[in-house]
C-alpha cells in the first residue's frame, strides 16, 4: 500500500524516516530539503514489478517526476527503464546507466536536435503524438540510415476523472492522436521504409485511483492492434499504457496495483503483446518529503499563519493544482489549531496548507511537507532569487547521503552575463 505514512512516521512523537529523527537531518544539512527513502523506491518498483510477472514488461520510470541522479541512479540499479519526454532528461538517463534500450521518448514537440541525439542513442522507441513528428523521424533516420522504432501515442478519448490540468486522454487534450486520424494516416505510414511500427502507446492522465480507465483505454486499443494486424501491420508488439497509477496523499483508497494488474495481464496475453508502462508518481510520491522552518509564527486577526523558509517555488503543487499534502510537525505535541501554512515568496498563492489543523506549532519548529517526492523538486525554481533546495537520500540502513546540495549565491548568477 502506498501511503504517505509508511516511510516517514511518528516514532513516539518524534517524526522518523529508516529511524533517523527528521529534525536532526534539517539541522544538520539546513532547510528547505527534500529527504527521500531508497526503501520507498525500491519497494515501489519491486511491487509493480512482480504484480508484472505474468506478463514480458518493461518498466520506465517517468524521469520527469523526479529526476535527480540520485534517483535515477538506484532505478537503473534495479533494472529500470526511463521514460524521457526531453533531451535534458534522455541526457540523464544515459548518463545514470540506463540502457538506451530501455528508453522510450515521448513529448508533443521533439525538436529535431532532439530526435536526431535518440536516433543515435538507439533508443527502444519513441511515442509520436503528431504525424509531423513521425514525417521528421522517418528523415532523420533515412539521412542517418538508420531503423527506427516508434509507437504512436493513441489518444483513446478515456476520463481518468483526475484533476483538468493532468488529465491527457480526452479527444480535446492536446496528446496523442485519435484511431480515426490513425487509421487515414496509415498508408503514408506503409511508405516510411525507415520506421517500424512497434507499438501503441496512451497515457491517459495521473493520479488515477481506480483501474476502469485504464481497462477502458486497453479494450481500445487491443480492438485498434487487431484491426492493424489485419491489414498488415504485424511488428506491433508492444502496448505502452503509460503511467498515472495514483498516490495517497490524504484519504483518497489506495491503488489497486494486484487487480490492475491481473486485468490488464488478462486483456493483452491472449494476443501475445507486451506491456511497457511509465510510472512516475507511484514510485517517487510518497517516497519523498520536504523539510522546511517555521521562521515565524504570525498570529493574524483573522488567521494565524506559519511562515516557513520554503516556499511555492521549492513545491508549487498547492499553489497550481489546489493540490493537498499533509503537513506534519517533526514533533508531535499535545494540542492542535488551525492554521495557514505559507512561505515567503511574495505571491498570495504561496502556500501548502489552508486553513488546516496541526499540532501546536512554534517559530523555529520542523515541518514536514508530505507525499513530495513527485513532481516537487521537479517543478522547482528560482523564483524570487531563491536558491534550490538540498536533497538528501536515505538508505535502508539508515545512512543519509546528499544527492543534491544546496544552490550557493554564486548558482543564482551562473550563466548571466551583466
Ligand atoms: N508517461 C507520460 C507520457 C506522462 O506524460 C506522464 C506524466 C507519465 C508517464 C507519468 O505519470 P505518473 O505515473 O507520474 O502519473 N505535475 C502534475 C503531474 C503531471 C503529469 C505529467 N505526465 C502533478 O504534480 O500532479
Same mark, same amino acid.
Given at each position: 500500500?502506498?501511503?504517505?505514512?509508511?516511510?516517514?512516521?511518528?516514532?513516539?512523537?518524534?517524526?522518523?524516516?529508516?529511524?533517523?529523527?527528521?529534525?536532526?537531518?534539517?539541522?544538520?544539512?539546513?532547510?528547505?530539503?527534500?529527504?527521500?527513502?531508497?526503501?520507498?523506491?525500491?519497494?515501489?518498483?519491486?511491487?509493480?514489478?512482480?504484480?508484472?510477472?505474468?506478463?514480458?514488461?518493461?518498466?520506465?520510470?517517468?524521469?520527469?517526476?523526479?529526476?535527480?541522479?540520485?534517483?535515477?541512479?538506484?532505478?537503473?540499479?534495479?533494472?529500470?527503464?526511463?521514460?524521457?519526454?526531453?533531451?535534458?532528461?534522455?541526457?540523464?538517463?544515459?548518463?545514470?546507466?540506463?540502457?538506451?534500450?530501455?528508453?522510450?521518448?515521448?513529448?508533443?514537440?521533439?525538436?529535431?536536435?532532439?530526435?536526431?541525439?535518440?536516433?543515435?542513442?538507439?533508443?527502444?522507441?519513441?511515442?509520436?503524438?503528431?504525424?509531423?513528428?513521425?514525417?521528421?523521424?522517418?528523415?532523420?533516420?533515412?539521412?542517418?540510415?538508420?531503423?527506427?522504432?516508434?509507437?504512436?501515442?493513441?489518444?483513446?478519448?478515456?476520463?481518468?476523472?483526475?484533476?483538468?490540468?493532468?488529465?491527457?486522454?480526452?479527444?480535446?487534450?492536446?496528446? #496523442?492522436?485519435?484511431?480515426?486520424?490513425?487509421?487515414?494516416?496509415?498508408?503514408?505510414?506503409?511508405?516510411?521504409?525507415?520506421?517500424?511500427?512497434?507499438?501503441?502507446? #496512451?497515457?491517459?492522465?495521473?493520479?488515477?485511483?481506480?483501474?476502469?480507465?485504464?481497462?477502458?483505454?486497453?479494450?481500445?486499443?487491443?480492438?485498434?492492434?487487431?484491426?492493424?494486424?489485419?491489414?498488415?501491420?504485424?511488428?506491433?508488439?508492444?502496448?505502452?499504457?503509460?503511467?498515472?497509477?495514483?498516490?495517497?496523499?490524504?484519504?483518497?483508497?489506495?491503488?489497486?496495483? !494486484?487487480?490492475?494488474?491481473?486485468?490488464?495481464?488478462?486483456?493483452?496475453?491472449?494476443?501475445?503483446?507486451?506491456?511497457?508502462?511509465?510510472?512516475?508518481?507511484?514510485?517517487?510520491?510518497?517516497?519523498?518529503?520536504?523539510?522546511?522552518?517555521?521562521?515565524?509564527?504570525?498570529?493574524?486577526?483573522?488567521?494565524?499563519?506559519?511562515?516557513?523558509? #520554503?516556499?511555492?517555488?521549492?513545491?508549487?503543487?498547492?499553489?497550481?493544482?489546489?493540490?493537498? !499534502?499533509?503537513?506534519?510537525?517533526?514533533?508531535?505535541?499535545?494540542?492542535?489549531?488551525?492554521?495557514?501554512?505559507?512561505?515567503?515568496?511574495?505571491?498570495?498563492?504561496?502556500?501548502?496548507?489552508?486553513?488546516?489543523?496541526?499540532?501546536?506549532?512554534?517559530?523555529?519548529?520542523?515541518?514536514?511537507?508530505?507525499?513530495?517526492?513527485?513532481?516537487?523538486?521537479?517543478?522547482?525554481?528560482?523564483?524570487?532569487?531563491?536558491?534550490?533546495?538540498?536533497?538528501?537520500?536515505?538508505?535502508?540502513?539508515?545512512?543519509?547521503?546528499?544527492?543534491?546540495?544546496?544552490?550557493?549565491?554564486?548558482?543564482?548568477?551562473?550563466?548571466?552575463?551583466?
Amino acid at each position: 500500500m502506498n501511503r504517505f505514512d509508511s516511510y516517514f512516521a511518528y516514532l513516539g512523537n518524534e517524526l522518523q524516516c529508516e529511524g533517523r529523527k527528521l529534525q536532526y537531518l534539517a539541522l544538520e544539512y539546513g532547510t528547505p530539503l527534500y529527504v527521500y527513502t531508497a526503501r520507498g523506491f525500491k519497494e515501489r518498483f519491486q511491487e509493480i514489478d512482480s504484480a508484472l510477472s505474468g506478463i514480458d514488461h518493461l518498466i520506465c520510470y517517468s524521469i520527469k517526476t523526479n529526476f535527480n541522479m540520485g534517483i535515477i541512479t538506484l532505478m537503473a540499479s534495479m533494472g529500470s527503464g526511463a521514460d524521457v519526454v526531453s533531451g535534458g532528461e534522455l541526457y540523464r538517463a544515459l548518463k545514470a546507466g540506463i540502457s538506451p534500450e530501455k528508453i522510450v521518448f515521448a513529448g508533443v514537440g521533439k525538436t529535431r536536435e532532439e530526435i536526431e541525439y535518440a536516433v543515435d542513442a538507439g533508443i527502444l522507441m519513441f511515442n509520436c503524438e503528431s504525424f509531423q513528428e513521425i514525417e521528421l523521424i522517418e528523415e532523420i533516420s533515412a539521412a542517418k540510415k538508420k531503423k527506427t522504432a516508434i509507437a504512436v501515442r493513441v489518444n483513446p478519448d478515456v476520463d481518468a476523472k483526475t484533476h483538468h490540468y493532468i488529465t491527457t486522454g480526452k479527444k480535446e487534450n492536446k496528446f #496523442g492522436i485519435t484511431v480515426h486520424m490513425l487509421k487515414k494516416y496509415l498508408p503514408r505510414l506503409k511508405q516510411h521504409q525507415n520506421l517500424i511500427f512497434r507499438g501503441i502507446h #496512451g497515457h491517459i492522465g495521473s493520479q488515477i485511483i481506480t483501474t476502469e480507465p485504464y481497462i477502458q483505454a486497453t479494450e481500445k486499443f487491443i480492438a485498434l492492434i487487431a484491426d492493424l494486424k489485419k491489414s498488415g501491420w504485424g511488428n506491433i508488439e508492444y502496448v505502452n499504457l503509460g503511467g498515472g497509477m495514483g498516490i495517497v496523499y490524504h484519504e483518497e483508497s489506495p491503488f489497486d496495483m !494486484q487487480m490492475w494488474a491481473k486485468e490488464i495481464i488478462s486483456r493483452l496475453t491472449p494476443l501475445g503483446l507486451k506491456l511497457i508502462v511509465e510510472p512516475g508518481r507511484y514510485i517517487s510520491g510518497n517516497s519523498g518529503i520536504l523539510l522546511t522552518r517555521v521562521t515565524y509564527r504570525k498570529e493574524g486577526e483573522a488567521k494565524t499563519f506559519l511562515i516557513t523558509d #520554503g516556499g511555492m517555488n521549492d513545491l508549487i503543487r498547492p499553489s497550481l493544482y489546489g493540490a493537498y !499534502q499533509n503537513v506534519l510537525n517533526c514533533i508531535k505535541r499535545d494540542g492542535e489549531e488551525i492554521v495557514d501554512v505559507v512561505g515567503p515568496v511574495c505571491e498570495s498563492g504561496d502556500f501548502f496548507a489552508k486553513d488546516r489543523k496541526i499540532t501546536l506549532t512554534f517559530q523555529g519548529d520542523y515541518l514536514a511537507v508530505m507525499s513530495a517526492g513527485a513532481y516537487c523538486m521537479a517543478m522547482a525554481s528560482r523564483y524570487n532569487s531563491r536558491r534550490l533546495p538540498a536533497e538528501v537520500m536515505i538508505s535502508e540502513g539508515g545512512e543519509v547521503r546528499l544527492i543534491r546540495k544546496r544552490d550557493s549565491w554564486e548558482d543564482l548568477l551562473r550563466n548571466e552575463m551583466p
